[in-house]
């Protein structure tokens, strides 16, 4: 069954590669030089990360006044640390983001719905869940699909549910079957990686992801993003938001801290 859903997947996509390289032989290229995208667009796109354990209240402090400052797209944090930097980001237009199952995917999905839920009270605005990725791996899609409607049903109708595939831990099938599993689960976003477990988004990751999902689901690159040049390459092969904790050097062209 597996073999045959990802067969068909990959004939689809074969045949949208061919269709896209016809249309792009017939048309001039635009935009691709990453001059095109400022310094200000790019923040737009930035989820303002900090999931190290131990980080402090003054880094979050920090965290909340460079989002500010820069006016990323949004703070991304553990549940923990959710009413505290609502409560510093209160008004302001900067989302509140909180990761769910983080970093390993593997809790009860009552547990993740039950974290899920204390988020959206706590106020954040967006959700990123890891899915169960050994379900997927041994096969048991209906695992997976379920552990993400299961968070979904949590989620308000403002809420922008977005689902990490840890993609450094599975072969190209098992990617396309996450993107399409998270599809039809209702996520509005599938995200490369936690930045925790091996490498973190490639070029050609966030382009399959993009082909898998189409057009009107978001695709977040995350993982390994340190620098101006690297956020623009995924913006370009698809990517609609970024996920970095060395935004600021992003943007300011400043060295990059950390390894997320």
Aim: hydrophobic share 40%; proline share 2%.
């Amino acid at each position: 069954m597996i073999e045959k859903i990802t067969k068909e997947i990959l004939s689809k996509l074969e045949k949208m590669n061919k269709a896209e390289g016809t249309a792009k032989g017939s048309t001039s290229e635009k935009n691709t030089s990453p001059a095109s995208i400022t310094a200000q667009e790019l923040a737009a796109y930035i989820d303002h990360t900090l999931l190290k354990p131990g980080a402090t209240e003054d880094q979050f402090a920090q965290l909340c006044e460079e989002a500010l400052h820069y006016k990323f797209k949004s703070v991304c944090v553990n549940s923990s640390w959710i009413p505290y930097v609502a409560k510093k980001l209160r008004g302001s237009s900067v989302k509140v983001c909180s990761v769910i199952g983080f970093p390993l995917g593997e809790m009860d999905t009552r547990s993740k719905a039950f974290e899920a839920r204390n988020a959206l009270a706590n106020g954040a605005h967006e959700l990123d869940m890891v899915i169960n990725i050994g379900a997927l791996k041994s096969g048991n899609l209906k695992l997976v699909e379920e552990d993400i409607r299961a968070i979904k049903r949590v989620c308000r109708r403002t809420t922008i549910l977005k689902v990490i595939i840890e993609t450094s831990l599975l072969n190209e099938s098992e990617k396309i079957l996450a993107c399409e599993i998270s599809k039809k689960a209702g996520a509005d976003f599938v995200k490369t990686s936690t930045g925790f477990t091996g490498d973190g988004a490639t070029v050609e990751d966030i382009a399959l992801m993009r082909q898998v999902v189409g057009p009107k689901i978001g695709v977040k690159a995350s993982g390994g993003i340190r620098d101006y040049e690297t956020a623009v390459a995924m913006i370009r092969a698809g990517a609609s938001r970024i996920g970095a904790g060395g935004s600021v050097a992003i943007v300011t062209g400043s060295p990059a801290n950390g390894s997320y």
